[in-house]
């Protein structure tokens, strides 16, 4: 029997036109249509779960009946900026330490590092970094007998500003067991006082391990508090969703708990950080969205090579600065194409880190020898894709390889990338355009906390080549620039598309969860200066309110 | 605004007497009410959140109108039963291994081996046990070579029924590298073939972990199978809760998995392995209930001692049988305080394994002297509390201590535990009345897979100490039994105060899930005999059924 009432009702409110929850009325709107066009409009219609039941342009006939009207007041409003490469935990992490670098001597710091622990008196180590004795004008490195004046009832640790060095309080040196006997280790020196063996409580490069492998894990409560951060600050920049590159169990256990006790409100697109744990976390298969997808382990995120600043990076030729050194591959072949079975198996999906034209290439060989075998739809990355041997690039398209890249990296890496390769290598090097060309899809990040995670820097670089001074003039290598459409798209609806999330969220259209900014500028019309200091005026995510401005 | 439809429809649905959903009429139905007395009862009706909306005798009016009616037929409904302690996991995985317990002869076992993995292709180790080489009247150990002549392309790997000797094939020696090389280990023998060093396929006690620490982990996808094979013997058996005593990582993620895809049926109180796994899964709080009152972290257990069996139980006195042999803690005083505390200032539940006089009286003892300091709901719970000196016993009920206890133990140890302690030192052994007694509750598991999950076998024990076979006559020290209303109780709403799920299931009263079964046979009325004989006819979850005799 069903019950005649329920059925009434049920009639009833299929027959009301207006079952729609909230309007946002009066928006400068700039989406990207169900054909990957931009689109203009004026009005969003947010259904009570969530998701966008119409948008509007100025003349089409508005619901007469909602359960709450806000009008954006002619305010720019966009999709949620979807973040393709970031390390969550990471950026929330940092959020919990102390930042020194905006000190001017070693008297503020130590003033600083006072109040900081004062504020934190539950956390048993204190861990920052920033401090740099050159702009102190200090002539030297600080001492631990320095630090122990501002705090001694813990232990200190803190990083220079170029993480080539850290200093440490006496608290820190005896909890890794630092005396006179301790030797330097390769690589590395333990700075000493003057004419003594007494470790002064510096420690530079391999030696800063000494300490480092002492500093313990954080604690349950503080990744939790480090996530809220996280999302704090990503909400506040206009990002919505977010790849994680690289999630260890604890940081899932951490979004989970997000998950579990309604506080988490970032999109997370999930890699794990090996093999063994993306099956720890998801079994034999990918999970589902969860949270009202919220949350997904896709796959693993695989390291084939290091950094270009290190020369890590794996190159089919020297480097231009150190001839005879190719950096070096992290994985064998063998055991890139074992993970790249394994996980296509289950059907996982794999992002391989790769920087180095060798790299790349054999990231690229890897998919190519494997594809056929795999059939389907497999969204193969690599993330960063640096400098690629343009006759490698084909293989992006051949494949649909989406090319998950930070424009930021290029305007910060470029002196730098003309040193390790010299003037003649560089054809394909951040090479946006060229990739694009091969209609793989470009999906764009920020690599945050390693760079800023503030999308609107990137959208800037993407179409500019040029930094925050506008340096170089007319952009580096500026054939490799995307437009200003492609770029919002890379950071939409492809970041969406990367991350299996199409049609769930990155678009505005219709069917798709309600994520948007209201921002006080057109990124389509602002200038590069201008659109770097975009003010996010309010972020929603899946039709609430997670960020307002003061 | 708020539309006015809506409001009108949900003026018009409360005022419909019906907002039920299901309505089982005609049953027998036994439930312990809102005052903790049995109470008789001949319809239930849940409604469509699968909750208890209503409980009627046979004159109450039923409602008028109702999505669903199903005839009980007259049969007992009882409240799901609850097992306040067993092993999800490991009872899973010992049911996706090969039972050689029912055969009688070498040629027997060699045909079901082979079976077995011809059923199962792509398991990569063939695990079994249960064989008996002097049932089969061999006079001698099998040999890896009679093995080889059933599995040859797989390591096969075969614990005997006593668990004290295990049995490989060819394969399994290599994957261990055994080799005539081999030594015997402290505490075990590696068999040989008659008149040489070449080892036979037998590995006897302590010998068994060379090649055990082989055996491959189970992957993700057995993982699953064996929580769904776990899941569909106990609701078969008419459980439809459990405390999960030593959740790994592992595991909880495979519960996780079932009820993200919606698979998970059973109710889980889970108990972390360690503190540092009760920490990675549920952070710095227990989980709230996650998918519907399905699952959630309590705390942790712990191991304070070993089994009385073994001599590992930690005792006042030494054993009868073995003089100057106490047994052991496994976690000194300090340790098990610590961890204590750590856990209570998260407000985690700690459930303390203590089986010998020495052990509970540590685990009273510790609770007493931090009781005062963690004041609240704490529900400390002490896992099998089998032999406890009855000079501790009146700490139980000062703290309000669960004695989480296994009737079956009772009547599968009470030999062995006469040997073990002597006839003069019985008087706290198992003591199910004297505990009650004090006002501690009592909640009764099966610890399974040590012994069947099966509730109404744990039910017959509990009221008379008599095994299956209606041994001893009259009850083994009958003065500890409890009457049958309070072996229910312990079984149903006691086990679910023990997993802090009072209100949430166990009793059958409105609010709670409507977690019930349809029995053969009345629980409170049946002989003993009869009783072990229940045959379990339909079990339901939360208002749906999960379970139907064939």
Known sequence: MIRRTLLACAAALLATPAAADQLIENVDGVRIDEDGRIDRFTALLIDDGGRVQAVYDRDDERPRDV????????????????????????????????????????????????????????????????????????????????????????????????????????????????????????????????????????????????VQRVVPAPRPAERDLAFQRAQEVLHSMGVTAAADMGTTIEDWQTFRRAGDSGRLTLRIMSYATSA?????IA?????????????????????????????????????????????????????????????????????VHAIGTAANADALSAVHEIADSFPGDRRWRIEHAQIVDPADIPLFGEHGIIASMQPVHQTSDRTMAEARLGPDRLDGAYAWRSIAATGAPLAFGSDAPVESPDPFAGLAAAFTRTDAAGQPFGGWR??????????????????????????????????ERADFLLVDRDPLLATPEELRKTRVLQTWIGGRPVYRAE
Chains 1, 2 share one sequence.
């Open 276 to 280: 063994d744990t993306m099956e720890l």
């Open 283 to 351: 079994g034999a298969r990918p999970t589902p969205w969860l949270y009202d997808d919220k949350l997904k382990l896709n796959g693993v995120k695989l390291y084939l090579d290091g950094a270009l600043g290190s020369r890590g990076a794996w190159l089919k030729q020297p480097y231009a600065d150190d001839p005879g050194n190719t950096g070096l591959p992290l994985m064998s072949q063998a055991q890139l194409r074992n993970i790249l079975v394994r996980a296509s198996n289950g059907e996982f999906q794999v992002a």
């Open 478 to 511: 500026p054939e490799e620039t995307v437009n200003r459409e492609e770029a919002l798209a890379a950071y939409t609806k492809d970041a969406a598309y990367a991350g299996f999330a199409d049609g769930r969220f990155g678009r505005l259209v219709v069917g």
């Open 67 to 210: 359960d709450y009207l806000l009008d954006g007041e002619g305010q720019v409003m966009l999709p949620g900026m979807i973040d393709a490469h970031l390390h969550v935990m990471g950026l929330g992490l940092a959020q919990l330490t102390l930042d020194l670098s905006d000190t001017n001597s070693l008297d503020e710091a130590l003033a600083k590092i006072r109040q900081f622990a004062a504020d934190n008196p539950a956390r048993p180590w204190i861990l920052g970094r920033g401090w740099n004795q050159e702009k102190w004008g200090l002539g030297r490195f600080p001492t631990a007998a320095e630090l122990d004046s501002a705090v001694s009832d813990r232990p200190v640790w803190l990083q220079r500003v170029d993480g080539h060095a850290a200093w440490g309080n006496t608290r820190a040196l005896e909890a890794a067991q630092i005396t006179e006997a301790t030797r330097d280790p390769a690589g590395g020196r333990v700075e000493r006082l003057p004419g003594s063996r007494v470790p002064s409580g510096v420690f530079v490069d391999a030696a800063e391990e000494l």
